[in-house]
């Protein structure tokens, strides 16, 4: 299964957006009523999330149990992220749905922070010829060096 980062925009209609590690649109849905169950299923139905975004500074508590129910990163933006920036990061999707437009853009805003780290990652990983580069670019996202994620254990530290 892939590795992903997901935006949520949780509320009486909620939305999730799903983007690959090399920030393209996998996945874009909304629900009224929506509980975590539906959160859960949508996510789980495309991938394992690296990273869990809001659009906002405070994201609630859908936010923070999702965030625990995949041991994810949260990934919160530095002020709120305001509606004239969401509709031009959402310009070119086709992004219609304001709450699917609000967790694409959070989870964008997310892939953009990571985006030189994980540039940087596939680069070496190429060189190094590693396979299943993925799975490593997602445990460098959850903290872990190039060196850790590549061995798979930390390194000796002193």
């Known amino acids: 299964m892939d590795h992903i980062i997901v935006g949520i925009d949780p509320g009486k209609t909620s939305a999730v957006a799903c983007l690959s590690l090399e920030g393209k649109l996998l996945h874009v849905a909304h629900k009224r009523d929506a509980g975590m ?4 299923d949508e996510i789980r139905r ?3 999330p690296s990273i869990m975004a809001a659009d ?10 999702l965030n625990t129910v995949f041991n994810s990163r949260l990934s919160l933006p530095q002020k709120d992220i305001p509606v004239s920036e969401k509709r031009k990061l959402s310009k070119e999707t086709g992004i219609k749905n ?5 967790a694409y853009s959070a989870a964008i805003k997310a ?3 990571a985006a ?3 540039n940087q990652a596939e680069h070496r990983l190429k060189q ?4 299943n580069r993925d799975k490593i670019k997602a445990k460098i996202l959850s903290k872990y060096s190039l060196s850790e994620a590549v061995l798979g254990r930390p390194a000796n530290r002193k």
């Open 46 to 48: 495309v991938g394992i």
């Open 116 to 118: 030189n780290k994980l």
């Open 56 to 65: 906002k500074v405070e994201p609630g508590n859908v936010a923070r149990k």
């Open 37 to 40: 169950q539906w959160f859960v």
């Open 111 to 113: 892939y953009n922070a």
């Open 98 to 102: 304001a709450h699917e437009r609000d």
């Open 128 to 131: 190094m010829n590693v396979e």
